[in-house]
């Protein structure tokens, strides 16, 4: 069965440092993935995809992410953080040719700490 | 550009209230239409979607329906709404093309008292 995992429902960083909020998946279908942003009482905003072109995606807000198929990982990074980052973050996938099927992990809440 | 809009952007209902949440998108054509409903510090959880109107499929067994009756306009109802139908309840679209992308609306928070 197709799932996403989020490690770590929790992470702080200080203002200024490495963001790294992890994802991996599983499946033995090359998927799409996704990360998204929420703040609070807000929807879903897409930070970046990746769809089978480049392994490393860059999105809004300085983010990035680098597909591994050889780790199952789409991790999510940013070189220095800032407070306005401090958000929850969902990674998800989908897969071509399955319908509607598109999988939420269950979300990494950032803090950011001046 | 496409838009979607959900509204009320909150709502305070009884125990055994009806609900009715309304989403449309803007900009777009037969989109696939999609409810989740985001339980406090939890994920989302897909409700329903639909590919066309009056098609509907349900995710999860509850008191909630879902009905659209337009292309672009997508329901979330219920007769009577229970404590446990408090949450924050995300309306989203993807383009038919290519379904496996999605974009959120800015989203409902229901409060069930």
């Known amino acids: 069965a197709q799932s996403v995992t989020q490690l770590g429902s929790h992470v702080s960083v200080s203002e200024g440092a490495l963001v790294l909020l992890r994802c991996n998946y599983s499946?033995?279908?090359?998927?799409?993935l996704f990360w998204y942003v929420q703040y609070p009482n807000q929807g879903l905003q897409l930070l970046l995809k990746?769809?089978?072109?480049?392994?490393l995606v860059k999105g809004i807000n300085g983010f990035e992410a680098e597909f591994k198929k050889s780790e199952t990982s789409f991790h999510l990074t940013k070189p220095s953080a800032h407070m306005s980052d401090a958000a929850e973050y969902f990674c998800?996938?989908?897969?071509?040719?399955?319908?509607?099927?598109?999988?939420f992990g269950t979300g990494t809440s950032l803090t950011v700490i001046p | 550009s496409q838009t979607i809009h959900q509204w009320p952007a909150t709502l305070v209902q009884p125990v055994g209230s009806p609900l009715s949440l309304e989403c449309t998108v803007e900009?777009?054509?037969?989109?696939?239409l999609y409810w989740y409903r985001q339980a406090a510090g939890r994920g989302l959880q897909l409700l329903f979607y639909s590919v066309g109107i009056g098609q509907i499929s349900s995710e999860v067994p509850q008191n909630l329906s879902a009905s659209r009756p337009q292309d672009r306009q997508f329901i979330l109802s219920s007769k009577k709404l229970l404590l446990s139908d408090s949450g924050f309840y995300l309306c989203a679209w993807s383009p038919r093309e290519y379904s496996y992308e999605q974009y959120f609306g800015p989203g409902t928070r229901l409060t069930v008292t």
């Open positions: 990746y769809t089978s072109a480049a392994t």
């Open positions: 499946s033995s279908v090359p998927p799409y």
């Open positions: 900009g777009t054509s037969n989109p696939n």
């Open positions: 998800a996938v989908s897969y071509p040719n399955t319908g509607n099927q598109f999988y």
